[in-house]
C-alpha cells in the first residue's frame, strides 16, 4: 500500500485528471459545481456538497474529499475535525461537464448528526459478504477482548495470513472427499479468514471486485 496515499495508489489517473479538469465551473454564477458522494463499497448516496476549481484539485492531490463551504467561505476538507474523513476512490464528470460523482470510502458516519448518511440512511450493502466486512471493522475497533476477531488481529499480519494458509489446505483435503458439509464449513472458515486478512491489508472485497471486473473488460 502506498504511503502517501491512505488507500493504495491514486486512483486520479492522468487521463482521468484530464477529464475532471473539463468541469465548467463557469456554468455558476457562484463557480460552484454540485459533488454527489457516493460509497464506494455499498453505492449508498451519502452526501451533497459544492466543489470549486480549488476545491477539487485539492481532492484529487491529498485523496480526501475537499469541498468549498458556502457558510464558511472557505475550503473545508470533510472530516478535518471529526476524522471522518471521505477517501476518494473515483471521481467522474457527469456528461454535461457541470456535476461530480464522487465515489469514496469513509471513516465514520458522513452526516454531522452521527447519521451514516445525510438522509439518515443506513449505510451497509445488502451482500451478506460485504456486511460481514463491517462487523469485522466494527469487533476489529471494539473492546470486546474475548471477541475472536480481536484476538486475531492482535496476533498480527502474519498469524492472520498463516491461518488463512491452513484453511485452505483444510478445504483442499475436504475437497477430496465426499462429505459436503464438511467442505462446505471449511470453505467458510477460509472465506472468513481471507476477509480478516484483506482487512489487515486494507483493501476490501470492493477493492478485489475491481480488479476482476478490469480483467473481465479485457
Excluded at 455558476?28 to 453505492?43: E, K, V
Excluded at 476545491?55 to 474529499?65: C, D, I, P, R, Y
Excluded at 443506513?122 to 484476538?151: M, P, Q
Aim: hydrophobic content about 40%; charged content about 25%; aromatic content about 8%.
Amino acid at each position: 500500500m502506498s504511503r502517501e496515499y491512505p488507500f493504495g495508489a491514486n486512483p486520479c489517473t492522468e487521463l482521468n485528471k484530464t477529464a475532471i479538469m473539463k468541469i465548467e465551473f463557469s456554468k455558476y454564477s457562484d463557480g460552484l459545481a454540485p459533488a454527489i458522494i457516493q460509497d464506494f463499497s455499498t453505492g449508498k448516496v451519502l452526501m451533497l456538497g459544492f466543489m470549486n476549481e480549488e476545491a477539487l484539485k485539492k481532492t484529487m492531490a491529498e485523496g480526501k474529499v475537499t469541498f468549498f463551504s458556502r457558510s464558511k467561505q472557505r475550503l473545508w476538507t470533510k472530516g478535518e475535525e471529526s476524522g471522518h474523513f471521505l477517501l476518494v476512490k473515483q471521481v467522474m464528470p457527469d456528461c454535461d461537464n457541470d456535476t461530480l460523482l464522487i465515489k469514496a470510502q469513509p471513516l465514520g458516519p458522513t452526516c454531522h448528526t452521527g447519521a451514516d448518511t445525510c438522509w439518515s440512511e443506513r449505510n451497509h450493502n445488502d451482500n451478506f459478504l460485504f456486511y460481514l466486512e463491517d462487523i469485522i471493522r466494527l469487533r476489529k475497533a471494539g473492546t470486546d477482548e474475548n471477541s475472536y476477531v480481536k484476538k486475531m488481529f492482535a496476533k498480527g499480519l502474519n498469524k492472520i495470513a498463516q491461518k488463512v494458509g491452513e484453511e485452505a489446505v483444510e478445504m483442499v483435503i475436504e475437497a477430496k472427499d465426499n462429505n459436503d458439509e464438511l467442505f462446505l464449513n471449511e470453505s467458510a472458515d477460509l472465506l472468513f479468514h481471507y476477509l480478516l486478512l484483506l482487512n489487515a491489508k486494507g483493501h476490501n472485497l470492493q477493492d478485489v471486485l475491481a480488479v476482476l471486473q478490469k480483467r473481465h473488460s479485457k
